[in-house]
């Protein structure tokens, strides 16, 4: 299986050495090496992952995947460990400290494929109703008109259903999902969050609340296209 990667590092050193272990693994595709992340957002839609220093001159690299509404799996590569944590809170899936080896690359690009396969096997097309999911060796039909909402947690996808206290957990993506959803039906308004356009009874500049009373966030990169959606809804509010 192939692996698309995008590479942004500020330092042309760092730059080529990301690309010198590309060559390396089989299969990856470098879709991009760029110096900035405004470089890097041309790139950014083809790439399966993306490995990001943190520090850069015009936006961290933590900003810029915050900016992203449908980011790629994420490996930031810095030289400073204090960014760990801030990393995996935006759902980063690995963490090379700078200076890093060859073989740390190839383990941390080995979960990348492990995750990209399972997403591809996760979950077969939609049909007009329903998601058909693969999950703990068990197959899980979901109706689409049973959704809540679904919340993004680490490497996981948890979806809310109707009359079910506890959601489906799944090993997926929040970029992969809401491209398998219907786009007139289901809207992305926060990187942690997808809803039901149908379901919104109530809505500010900064929060949105469903038909169940649940209120959630909105983030700044989703509201435009949120606002859109919503005033194209006929019979929402």
Known sequence: MSIKALFLDDEPL?????????????????????????????????????????????????????????????????????????????????????PFSLDEFCKVTDKVRHLLELERRAVEPVSADVLHFKADYKNITVPLNSIRYVESMSEYIKIWLDDNPAPVLILYSMK?????????????????????????????????????????????????AFRAMLQNSKGVR
Do not use: W
């Open 176 to 224: 992969r999902l809401i491209e398998q959803l219907p786009a007139s039906r289901f809207v992305r308004i926060h990187r942690t969050y997808i809803i039901p356009i149908a379901r919104v009874t109530q809505s500010t500049a900064t929060s949105v609340t469903l038909s169940d009373g649940i209120t959630l966030p909105i983030g700044d990169t989703y509201r435009q």
């Open 14 to 98: 760092a730059l080529r050495q990301l690309e010198m272990y590309a060559a390396k693994v089989p299969d990856m595709e470098v879709v991009g090496g760029c110096h900035s992340a405004s470089a890097a957002m041309s790139h950014v839609q083809q790439a399966d992952v993306l490995f990001a220093d943190i520090q850069m001159p015009d936006i961290s690299g933590l900003d810029f995947v915050r900016s992203l509404q449908k980011p790629p799996l994420v490996v930031f590569t810095t030289a400073f460990a204090e960014y760990a944590l801030e990393g995996f809170r935006v759902n980063a899936v690995g963490y090379l400290l700078k």
